[in-house]
C-alpha cells in the first residue's frame, strides 16, 4: 500500500510541475490576446487593439488590466450580453464598421445589422467612451450612467425620442445618419426631453442630418455645436438661446450655393439665402469664439448681427454671394476681435471685377491676423486694393489664391510692415508687359468650390509638392525624418514669405522682385520659366534662404547662377526640371554649386539628368541632396568611369537621396567614391541586384540605409562591421539571412524585412541587438520598445523547424509591426494564411522526440532485416509478391495472339555459349523455319535486331512483338547465372504477364540435370507443356520438335492445371 501511496503523490507533483511550466509559459508571452495586439501604458494598464482582425465574434478575454478594447472593422454582427463580462475594467470600447449601411457596403456583401443584447454595455461600470460609428444601428442601446463619449455616426439613427440614461455624456456624436449618401427619406428627429437628460453635454455633432430647424431646448452646458450640411432655413433669435457657454458654432452648407458644385447640392426653396435674426446670436455675446456661415448663399449679413460678439476669433464666410458686401459693406466694423476672416469663393456669377476693391470699414478690424480672399476674382492688385488693409497693424498672412490676378502692384505689399506670407498662387501673373492675361474677359467656368478647406497653416502653401519624408522615427543618434518641407518650415516660420507658384512667368528678372526685399522665402514653382540665370535675376533679395523653382524649365549651365544670393540661400529646390536636361547634345554645369556658400538643402530630383553635365559636385556647405529620379545608371555605366566620383566633392554631404535611378548594379568604385560623411543613404526604388556589402565599412559614420523596393535576392555569408541604426531590406525578393551577416551590426534598431521571400528565418541571424538581454533596446512592450523589427508579408513555412522562430516573436520585446495580422505561413498548403504564432510549441517537442524514436528504430530493424531476408528469401518473396499482386488485379484469359505480332517466337539464349548458339542455328532453326507445315518466323538477337538501336530498346520490341519468347537453358547456372539479356527477357516477360494477363514463357531445358529451382518446380505444376527437355534419344527429337511446335501455336492458359484456380492467378 505505501509504494501505491508512493506512486500517486509523484502524479500528483507531476501534475502540478506541467500546470506551472504552463503558467510559466503564459506569463512570458506578450500575446495573450491573440489574435489581438496589447499595448501596456506607463502604469501597467492595457490597451488591445483588435482592428481589421476579420473577428466574427468578440472574443472572450479575461484581465482586470484591459482599459481599451478596439474592435473596429471587423465582421461582428452581435454584441451579446456577456461579451465584456472578462473585463470589467474597461473604460474606452469602439466597435466601428462592423456592419456599414447598405450604401457604403460592397456589392457583393449582404446587407447586415449589428444586434446588441440590451445589457451588453450596462455592466460595464467604468465604461466612459463608446464608438459605434458604422454599424447600421436604428435604434440606441441601453448604456451605462457613467458614459462621458458616445459616436453613433454613420448609422441609421435618424429618429430619437427617449431619453439615453446617460447624465454625465459630455459629447454625442450623431453626423452622418440621414443625407444623401445615407438617405432616410425624412427629417431629423430628436425629442427636447433627449437633451434635458444631459445636463452636461460640451459637444454635439449632428452634421449631415436632414434637420430642418435647430432643435429645441439644448443643454445650456453645451461649448461646440455643429448643425452643418443640413437643411435649416431660418436662425431665430431662439435658435440658440440660453446657450451661453457655446464656443464653436458650425451652420454651413444649410442653403447651399449650387453653381459649380462638385457633389450633390441642396439649395433653400427658391434659391434664398439663410435666413439670419440679428439677435441670433445675441446669447453667445460673451463666449463665441469661432463661427462657420459658409455655404448658405448669403448675399446680405443683418446689421448688428456680429455686433455683440465681443470674442469672436474666427469667422468663416466662404462660399457665399457676398461679392458686392466685400466691397461695400459695413460688416467689418463689428468684427474688431476677430483675427481669422475668411472669404474664400465668395465671386459674383459671370463677373470678373477689374480690380479688389474693400470696403474702408475693414480697416476697423484691427485684431485681424489672417485673411482669406481666394476665389474672389479680379484682374489688378493696385495700390488702392491694398490701401485699407495697411491699416492693419497684425495683418501676417494673405491669401489671394485663384482670383485670375494678371497684375500686382508688389510695392504696395510692402506697405504691410507685419505681413508673413502672401499666397498668390494659381493667378496668371507673367510679370512682363509682352505676356498679358487683362485684356481677356473670359469668365472662369470650371471652378469647383466645394470642397476641402484651403490649407491655413503660415508657411504651407496649398497645392505644393512636397518630397516624399523618409520613414523612421526621428532620433539624436540618426536624424531620418528629414525633407525639403521640414526645411521650409523650420526657415521660413515667422518669416516673410512670398508665393507665385502655379502662374505664368516666363522668365525671371530683377524687376520682379521690386517690394519684395525683404523676402526670406519665395516659391516659383509650376510656372513657365525658361531661362539660363546669370547671377542677376535675384539680386534684390538680399535676405532669401529658401527658394523653390520646381516644375519649371531652368536651364542650369551658367556658373554666375544664383550667385548673388549665395550668402544667404540655404535651401534650394530644382526638381522637376528636366526640360533642358532630356535635350540631346545639351550640355549641363553644376559648378555654381562651390559658390552657394550657405546652401545646405539641394534637390535635383525628377530630373533625368544622365550625361554630359559637370563630372562632380563641389560644395562644403551642403549636407542634404536629393538625387532620385535621374539617370545614374547611364552616369555609372560598366563603358564610363568619368561620374564615379560624381558626388565626392561635397565634403559636408549627410543625406544623399539616390532612389529611382534605375540602378541594377552598385559597383564597388562608385560606392566607395561617395563622400565619407554621409549619415543617411537612400537607394530605395532602383533595380539592384547586387550591392557591395564589404566596402560598407568605409562609411563610419552611416547610421540609415534604404535599400528597399530592389530585387536584392541574397545577403554575403560574411562577417560585417555594420555601424548601422536602421536597414531598409523590405520589398526584395531575399530568401535568406546568413548568420554571420548580422554578427557586428551591434548598433542595429530598426531592421526592416517585409515583402521579401524569407521562408525561415533563424533567430540566432538576427542582430544581437535584438536579442534578449541587450542594452541597446530598451526594454518595452510591442510599440514602446525603441527597436523596431518588420517582417510582415513574407512566405513563411510553417513547420516544427520554425517553432524556434514563433517562440521568438511571442517572447520578444521588439516593435514587430502587424505581428499577428499580416505574419502568416505560406507552407504547407494546408496552412495558408495561419498566422505564424499559431503554432503549437509543446507539440512541435513531442513529436520531434516520437519521430526521432521512431526513425531510428526502423532504421535500425531495416538495417539488420533486410539484409537477412534479402539473402535468404530474396527470389521467393519477390515472386511471391508478383503473385499476390496479379491476384490482386485479377486475371483476364487471352489467346495469346495480338494483331501486331511480327513473330511467332523470340528465342533467348546465352549467345556467349558456343554449343548453345550452334544447336540454335543447326537445329532449331532448320527444324522450325525451313521444315514442317508452320515454317514459324523466329526472332533471334544476333539476326534480327537492328543495328544502332539500343539493347534495351531491341530487347523490348523483341519480347512485346513476339507470341511467345522462347528460354534456351543450360545447366548447371540457369536464370541465376544466365547473361544480361536473358535476366531482362525474363523480367519483361513477367511484366507483360502482369499488365497484358498474356503467359508467353516457353523454358526449353539443354541437359537433363537441372537445380530443383521453385520457379522451374511451379512452372511445371502449372503449365507442362511451356516447358521442354532435349532428348538424348535421337528417335525422341522428332517429337521434341512437335512439342515445341503445339507450344508455340497453343495458349499457355489454356494448358493451364484445372486445380489452380482463375482468382487466384
Not at 173 to 183: E, G, H, I, R, W
Request: glycine fraction near 4%.
Amino acid at each position: 500500500m505505501i509504494w501505491i501511496e508512493d506512486i500517486e503523490m509523484f502524479e500528483h507533483k507531476m501534475f502540478l510541475i506541467l500546470i506551472l511550466n504552463q503558467f510559466h509559459i503564459f506569463t512570458s508571452s506578450h500575446l495573450e490576446f491573440y489574435p489581438c495586439e496589447n499595448h501596456i501604458t506607463n502604469n501597467g494598464l492595457i490597451n488591445v487593439n483588435c482592428q481589421h482582425r476579420h473577428l466574427a465574434k468578440i472574443p472572450q478575454f479575461k484581465s482586470l488590466l484591459v482599459i481599451s478594447l478596439n474592435m473596429n472593422e471587423n465582421h461582428i454582427h452581435q454584441v451579446k450580453s456577456d461579451a465584456f463580462s472578462g473585463i470589467p475594467n474597461l473604460k474606452h470600447l469602439t466597435l466601428m464598421w462592423n456592419c456599414v449601411p447598405d450604401v457604403f457596403q460592397e456589392k457583393r456583401r449582404p446587407s447586415c445589422n449589428l444586434k446588441i443584447d440590451p445589457d451588453a454595455f450596462v455592466g460595464l461600470e467604468k465604461l466612459t467612451s463608446l464608438h459605434l460609428a458604422g454599424n447600421s444601428l436604428k435604434t440606441i442601446p441601453p448604456l451605462p450612467k457613467q458614459l462621458a463619449v458616445l459616436g453613433l455616426e454613420f448609422n441609421n439613427i435618424f429618429h430619437i425620442d427617449q431619453p439615453l440614461g446617460t447624465p454625465r455624456l459630455k459629447e454625442l456624436l450623431l453626423n452622418k445618419n440621414c443625407f444623401y449618401a445615407n438617405p432616410c427619406y425624412r427629417s431629423y428627429f430628436i425629442h427636447p426631453r433627449v437633451f434635458q437628460d444631459l445636463p452636461e453635454l460640451l459637444n454635439l455633432t449632428l452634421s449631415y442630418n436632414n434637420v430642418t430647424f435647430v432643435p429645441p431646448h439644448l443643454p445650456h452646458s453645451l461649448v461646440s455645436l455643429d448643425l452643418g450640411e443640413n437643411k435649416i432655413t431660418a436662425i431665430s433669435k431662439e435658435s440658440f438661446v440660453n446657450l451661453t457657454r457655446l464656443r464653436h458654432l458650425n451652420l454651413g452648407w444649410n442653403c447651399q450655393r449650387c453653381d459649380h458644385a462638385s457633389e450633390p447640392c441642396f439649395p433653400c426653396p427658391n434659391n434664398q439665402s439663410l435666413d439670419l435674426h440679428q439677435g441670433a446670436f445675441s446669447d453667445q455675446r460673451d463666449s463665441l469664439i469661432s463661427l462657420s456661415l459658409r455655404g448658405n448663399s448669403i448675399r446680405t449679413l443683418p446689421r448688428y448681427l456680429f455686433t455683440q460678439l465681443h470674442k469672436l476669433r474666427e469667422l468663416d464666410l466662404s462660399d457665399n454671394f457676398l461679392a458686392y458686401a466685400i466691397q461695400n459693406g459695413t460688416f467689418y466694423e463689428e468684427l474688431q476681435s476677430v483675427e481669422s476672416l475668411t472669404l474664400l469663393y465668395n465671386y459674383e456669377p459671370l463677373n470678373t471685377f477689374s480690380e479688389l476693391i474693400l470696403s474702408p470699414s475693414i480697416e476697423k478690424m484691427t485684431a485681424l491676423r489672417k485673411l482669406l480672399l481666394s476665389g474672389f476674382f479680379f484682374k489688378e492688385l493696385s495700390n488702392h486694393s491694398l490701401a485699407p488693409l495697411s491699416k492693419l497693424p497684425r495683418l501676417k498672412s494673405l491669401e489671394l489664391r485663384m482670383n485670375f490676378i494678371c497684375s500686382v502692384n508688389m510695392s504696395a505689399l510692402s506697405q504691410l510692415r507685419s505681413l508673413r506670407w502672401v499666397g498668390l498662387s494659381q493667378n496668371t501673373l507673367a510679370f512682363n508687359p509682352c505676356i498679358s492675361f487683362c485684356t481677356s474677359k473670359a469668365i472662369p467656368k470650371y471652378l469647383s468650390h466645394r470642397g476641402g478647406r484651403s490649407t491655413e497653416d503660415l508657411g504651407v502653401p496649398n497645392g505644393e509638392v512636397w518630397l516624399n519624408s523618409v520613414q523612421g522615427s526621428e532620433r539624436d543618434d540618426c536624424p531620418l525624418y528629414y525633407s525639403l518641407w521640414r526645411f521650409k518650415k523650420q526657415i521660413c516660420w515667422k518669416n516673410l514669405t512670398f508665393d507665385l507658384s502655379q502662374n505664368s512667368i516666363p522668365w525671371l528678372n530683377e524687376s520682379i522682385f521690386t517690394g519684395m526685399e525683404k523676402a526670406v522665402c519665395i516659391d516659383l514653382s509650376y510656372n513657365y520659366i525658361s531661362q539660363t540665370l546669370n547671377g542677376q535675376q535675384f539680386s534684390r533679395l538680399s535676405k532669401l534662404a529658401f527658394l523653390n523653382m520646381a516644375h519649371n524649365r531652368i536651364d542650369l549651365y551658367s556658373d554666375k547662377a544664383f550667385q548673388e544670393i549665395s550668402d544667404t540661400l540655404q535651401a534650394l529646390d530644382l526638381s522637376n526640371n528636366e526640360f533642358h536636361f532630356v535635350m540631346k547634345g545639351m550640355g549641363h554645369s553644376f559648378t555654381f554649386l562651390s559658390h552657394l556658400s550657405s546652401l545646405q538643402m539641394l534637390s535635383l530630383a525628377n530630373n533625368h539628368i544622365g550625361f554630359r553635365i559637370s563630372t562632380t559636385l563641389t560644395s562644403a556647405s551642403l549636407k542634404y541632396l536629393v538625387f532620385s529620379g535621374n539617370r545614374l545608371d547611364i552616369m555609372w555605366n560598366s563603358r564610363r568611369d568619368g561620374y564615379m566620383r560624381f558626388f565626392q566633392g561635397l565634403t559636408n554631404l549627410t543625406h544623399l537621396d539616390i532612389s529611382e535611378n534605375h540602378l541594377k548594379s552598385f559597383s564597388p568604385k562608385a560606392f566607395v567614391n561617395l563622400p565619407l560623411t554621409l549619415r543617411v543613404l537612400r537607394m530605395d526604388s532602383n533595380m539592384l541586384s547586387y550591392f557591395p556589402w564589404g566596402n560598407i565599412s568605409v562609411f563610419k559614420d552611416l547610421c540609415y540605409l534604404n535599400l528597399s523596393g530592389n530585387m536584392l535576392s541574397f545577403l554575403p555569408n560574411n562577417h560585417l562591421e555594420l555601424n548601422l541604426i536602421s536597414l531598409d531590406l523590405s520589398h526584395n525578393r531575399i530568401t535568406l539571412i546568413p548568420k554571420t551577416f548580422f554578427s557586428r551590426a551591434k548598433y542595429l534598431k530598426n531592421l526592416m524585412l517585409d515583402h521579401n521571400q524569407l521562408k525561415y528565418l533563424d533567430v540566432h541571424a538576427l542582430p544581437w541587438s535584438f536579442r534578449k538581454g541587450s542594452t541597446i533596446c530598451a526594454s518595452g512592450q510591442h510599440q514602446n520598445a525603441s527597436c523596431k523589427l518588420v517582417l510582415h508579408a513574407n512566405p513563411f513555412a510553417c513547420s516544427c523547424i520554425t517553432s524556434e522562430f514563433a517562440k521568438f516573436l511571442r517572447e520578444t520585446e521588439l516593435n514587430v509591426p502587424q505581428l499577428t495580422t499580416h505574419i502568416h505561413c505560406a507552407y504547407p498548403q494546408s496552412l495558408v494564411g495561419v498566422n505564424v504564432l499559431s503554432i503549437d510549441l509543446r507539440s512541435c517537442q513531442e513529436i520531434f522526440g516520437s519521430v526521432a524514436f521512431l526513425c531510428t528504430s526502423l532504421i535500425t530493424l531495416a538495417a539488420t532485416v533486410v539484409p537477412l531476408m534479402k539473402h535468404l528469401y530474396g527470389w521467393d518473396l519477390w515472386y511471391f509478391v508478383q503473385i499476390l499482386w496479379t491476384g490482386h488485379k485479377g486475371h483476364t484469359p487471352d489467346n495469346g495472339h495480338t494483331s501486331d505480332s511480327h513473330y511467332d517466337a523470340f528465342v533467348v539464349f546465352d549467345t556467349s555459349n558456343k554449343a548453345v548458339r550452334e544447336w540454335i542455328y543447326k537445329e532449331m532453326i532448320e527444324r522450325m523455319e525451313n521444315r514442317g507445315r508452320w515454317h514459324f518466323r523466329l526472332c533471334l538477337e544476333e539476326r534480327d535486331w537492328l543495328p544502332g538501336v539500343s539493347c534495351i530498346e531491341n530487347l523490348h520490341k523483341a519480347v512485346y512483338n513476339s507470341r511467345k519468347t522462347v528460354f534456351v537453358l543450360t545447366s548447371p547456372g540457369g536464370y541465376s547465372e544466365a547473361s544480361g539479356v536473358v535476366k531482362q527477357a525474363f523480367l519483361l516477360v513477367q511484366q507483360r504477364l502482369l499488365d497484358e494477363k498474356v503467359d508467353v514463357t516457353v523454358l526449353v531445358l539443354l541437359d537433363l540435370l537441372f537445380p530443383k529451382f521453385k520457379y522451374l518446380q511451379m512452372r511445371k505444376w502449372l503449365c507442362r507443356k511451356s516447358v521442354l527437355s532435349w532428348p538424348r534419344n535421337p528417335r525422341a527429337q522428332p517429337l521434341f520438335w512437335n512439342n515445341l511446335s503445339v507450344a508455340l501455336l497453343s495458349d499457355n492458359v489454356s494448358e493451364y492445371n484445372k486445380n489452380v484456380t482463375e482468382s487466384f492467378l
